[in-house]
T-cell receptor, first 116, second 115 residues
Framework: DAGVIQSPRHEVTEMGQEVTLRCKPI?????LFWYRQTMMRGLELLIYFNNNVPIDDSGMPEDRFSAKMPNASFSTLKIQPSEPRDSAVYFC??????????????FGPGTRLTVL | AQSVTQPDIHITVSEGASLELRCNYSYGATPYLFWYVQSPGQGLQLLLKYFSGDTLVQGIKGFEAEFKRSQSSFNLRKPSVHWSDAAEYFCAVGAGGGATNKLIFGTGTLLAVQP
């Protein structure tokens, strides 16, 4: 099993540019989470999907952020336009929701975003 | 609302010494509790989890945690710390009743290990 795959691993861009982060969850998982990690705010849940449907996007900071999950094996997080304060490490995690019991989330390696 | 508190932001221990990282949770029912570890530049990895049953749970890398309902705590322990244990540790509680696997994370405890 390849685990959760994120790309790119590092992204440096200039303010105002569009940024797209990509995530491939573990095959068979039906729940996907996007997190942002910064020194100031720690680990924040941005949005999560169940069966490709966004369930809760209350953590998305503002309209510049959007996320999609067109199918069970792919999700994107887009920032347009990007700002320096968006600089952070963005994690994707996936999990299997089954039987009403909690299962662990498996995290990807993260994408380190730097907006100049 | 569910919440997790990790009161220690940073802890330093000597290699070979014992370790205890504190975690307190707020949850109305029986909680699902997790400890994750994040090594520098890496994603989070599950150390152990508690769902029910024995209140002392064993995890990977020699870690264990004890669930104490009366104290709303789920502290992580290791009897002898190795230099490779230097990392950030996150406690988390399940939120969403198992229908979503959503987790609420604490702010983390950064562990430094002295030789």
């Amino acid at each position: 099993d390849a685990g959760v795959i994120q790309s790119p691993r590092h992204e440096v861009t200039e303010m105002g540019q569009e940024v797209t982060l990509r995530c491939k969850p573990i095959s068979g998982h039906n729940s996907l989470f996007w997190y942002r990690q910064t020194m100031m705010r720690g680990l924040e849940l941005l949005i999560y999907f169940n069966n490709n449907v966004p369930i809760d996007d209350s953590g998305m900071p503002e309209d510049r952020f959007s996320a999609k999950m067109p199918n069970a094996s792919f999700s994107t997080l887009k920032i347009q336009p990007s700002e320096p304060r968006d600089s952070a490490v963005y994690f994707c995690a996936s999990s299997l929701v089954a039987g009403g019991s909690y299962n662990e989330q498996f995290f990807g390696p993260g994408t380190r975003l730097t907006v100049l | 609302a569910q919440s997790v508190t990790q009161p220690d932001i940073h802890i330093t221990v000597s290699e070979g010494a014992s370790l205890e990282l504190r975690c307190n949770y707020s949850y109305g029912a029986t909680p699902y509790l997790f400890w994750y570890v994040q090594s520098p530049g890496q994603g989070l990895q599950l150390l152990l989890k508690y769902f029910s049953g024995d209140t002392l749970v064993q995890g990977i890398k020699g870690f264990e945690a004890e669930f104490k309902r009366s104290q709303s705590s789920f502290n992580l322990r290791k009897p002898s710390v190795h230099w490779s244990d230097a990392a950030e540790y996150f406690c988390a509680v399940g939120a969403g009743g198992g229908a979503t696997n959503k987790l609420i994370f604490g702010t983390g405890t950064l562990l430094a290990v002295q030789p």
